[in-house]
């Protein structure tokens, strides 16, 4: 890792702070985008209507009364493909939004860690030893 000058630290820190807080504000965004997804699958040529949210989770289930003259294991598997559809798009939906922020929270700069400290120990020990400072 390529570390700032030590003058330049505190400019450093003021634009990983600023960046991680625009990261910060993104992420709510997006979660409050994909808790505002509604997804509707289809089976049954429209007689039955699944809809579920941005988590998956299915919010409403609508059987037009003609699907019940199917018999059980027919209307299992159109009530199947109904939630499958809702469930996928909604994932789908979801991912898009979610790869949009990714792509700018992994744009974020390295984090510093005690591996910044001990480099300007070593920098300063060194300029001791040198007869620098």
Same mark, same amino acid.
């Given at each position: 890792?390529?570390?700032?000058?030590? &003058?330049?630290?505190?400019?450093?820190?003021?634009?990983?702070?600023? @960046?991680?807080?625009?990261? =910060?504000?993104?992420?709510?965004?997006?979660?409050?985008? =994909?808790?505002?997804?509604?997804?509707? $699958?289809?089976?049954?040529?429209?007689?039955?209507?699944?809809?579920?949210? $941005? $988590?998956?989770?299915? /919010?409403?289930?609508?059987?037009?009364?003609?699907? #019940? /003259?199917?018999?059980? !294991?027919?209307?299992? @598997?159109? !009530?199947?493909?109904?939630?499958?559809?809702?469930?996928?798009?909604?994932?789908? /939906?979801?991912? &898009?939004?979610?790869?949009?922020?990714?792509?700018? %929270? $992994?744009?974020?700069?390295?984090? #510093?860690?005690?591996?910044? =400290? &001990?480099?300007?120990?070593?920098? %300063?020990?060194? &300029?001791?030893?040198?007869?620098?400072?």
């Amino acid at each position: 890792m390529s570390w700032p000058a030590p &003058e330049q630290d505190r400019q450093y820190l003021e634009e990983v702070f600023q @960046r991680t807080r625009e990261a =910060i504000h993104d992420l709510r965004q997006a979660k409050h985008t =994909i808790g505002e997804i509604e997804s509707t $699958g289809e089976a049954a040529d429209g007689m039955i209507r699944a809809t579920a949210d $941005g $988590g998956g989770s299915i /919010r409403k289930l609508k059987i037009n009364p003609r699907a #019940l /003259r199917l018999d059980t !294991v027919a209307l299992g @598997r159109e !009530v199947t493909r109904a939630i499958q559809a809702a469930q996928e798009d909604s994932a789908r /939906r979801a991912q &898009e939004i979610l790869d949009g922020v990714t792509a700018r %929270v $992994g744009a974020l700069p390295e984090p #510093l860690d005690e591996r910044l =400290i &001990e480099h300007r120990v070593e920098a %300063v020990a060194r &300029e001791l030893y040198s007869g620098g400072l």
